[in-house]
């Protein structure tokens, strides 16, 4: 679908607006950069490098997906209660299933790509954006009508301002160098009259911060198969800890539970925040009508109509 979604694409460099170079790429119309389409996946990342403890949690997020991408569950949720999440008050009271129909949903951070398949099932017209290999190793399937992934960053969307009515972002921002500049980045993108929904790590006690704050010293520096062991060997580390996804030891598989303690440990970048952090990155963005929602630290925020949209 990549072909269909060009008009709202941009430059990863400038900003500037894109057209077809070829059967197979892209080119800025304002600084001349071309970019490579590579297995269906517009290649629009920044031409400067990450800093390399970006990339080093890009790379971990990939041996995620690469691990547990394609397990039936994830984070100890199948595919229906994943797509639970997509409607009422766990994301807006104001979004049903009928409200995505005919819309433009942008999973900025999209990873596993579970919910590109529910906001597509909704009816919507849905583009995943990830920095990384993620979704290709999860399997995601890119030729569809309905669904198209974008390789970019969510620091600089390589998308133009306005183009979606729904901007989902579910534990990204928090793995970036500047979680308030990737905040405006994805308000930047919703349309007047359009949502952004964020979920980001929630700061816990002073304890647990510096029990895996001094552990992650340590664990993001070990090759990808040594911590991908040592969480299967902490599996059980859930039934004391709490995950933010509920997933616990007993209720949960022993890979599923691996799989979060594995978020735990592996990203180098991960930042942890409180609900009025997030509430202030939407003020600061124009945005308006603020939902808390029922977990720590999420947040549905709309971007008003017209100057007397309250």
């Known amino acids: 679908m990549w072909t269909q979604i060009v008009p709202i694409l941009a430059c990863g460099d400038c900003g500037g607006s894109l057209s077809r170079n070829g059967s197979e790429g892209l080119l800025c119309n304002a600084c001349g950069r071309a970019f490579e389409v590579v297995r269906g996946i517009p290649r629009l990342l920044p031409r400067a490098p990450h800093p390399a403890r970006a990339e080093r949690t890009v790379k971990a ?3 995620q ?4 991408g394609r397990l039936a569950r994830l984070f100890g949720k199948d595919r229906e209660a994943m797509a639970a999440n997509l409607t009422g008050p766990r994301l807006s009271r104001r979004i049903d299933g009928a409200w995505y129909r005919g819309r433009r949903v942008l999973d900025a951070g999209c990873g596993h790509g579970r919910y590109l398949d529910a906001f597509s099932a909704l009816g919507a017209e849905v583009v995943g954006v990830d920095a990384g290999n993620g979704p290709e190793e999860a399997g995601v399937p890119v030729d ?4 198209a992934v ?3 960053s969510v620091l600089r969307l390589p998308f133009r301002d306005a183009s979606f009515d729904l901007v989902f972002c579910d534990g990204v921002i928090h793995h970036t160098p500047d979680p308030a500049r990737a905040y ?4 930047r993108v919703v349309r007047p009259g359009g949502a952004v929904y964020v979920w980001v790590y929630p700061r816990e006690g002073a304890l647990r911060e510096a029990v895996f704050g001094t552990a992650r010293a340590v664990t993001t520096r ?3 198969p040594v911590v991908r062991g040592l969480s299967f060997a902490l599996a059980p580390l859930t039934l004391g800890v709490r995950s933010y996804s509920g997933t ?3 209720r949960a598989t022993w890979a599923e539970c691996a799989q979060v303690v594995h978020d735990w440990l592996a990203p ?3 930042s942890h925040h409180t609900y009025a952090e997030v509430a202030g990155w939407a003020a600061a963005a124009g945005l308006t009508r603020m939902e808390r929602l029922p977990i720590p630290t999420g947040l549905t925020a709309w971007r008003p109509k017209s100057p007397e949209f309250v």
Not at 144 to 147: G, H, I
């Open 61 to 63: 997020f990939e041996r």
């Open 150 to 152: 974008v390789q970019g």
């Open 65 to 68: 997906w690469r691990a547990y």
């Open 144 to 147: 569809r009508e309905d669904l």
């Open 248 to 250: 616990r030891f007993g």
């Open 184 to 187: 405006a980045e994805l308000a």
């Open 222 to 224: 070990l090759p990808g």
């Open 268 to 270: 180098p970048i991960q």
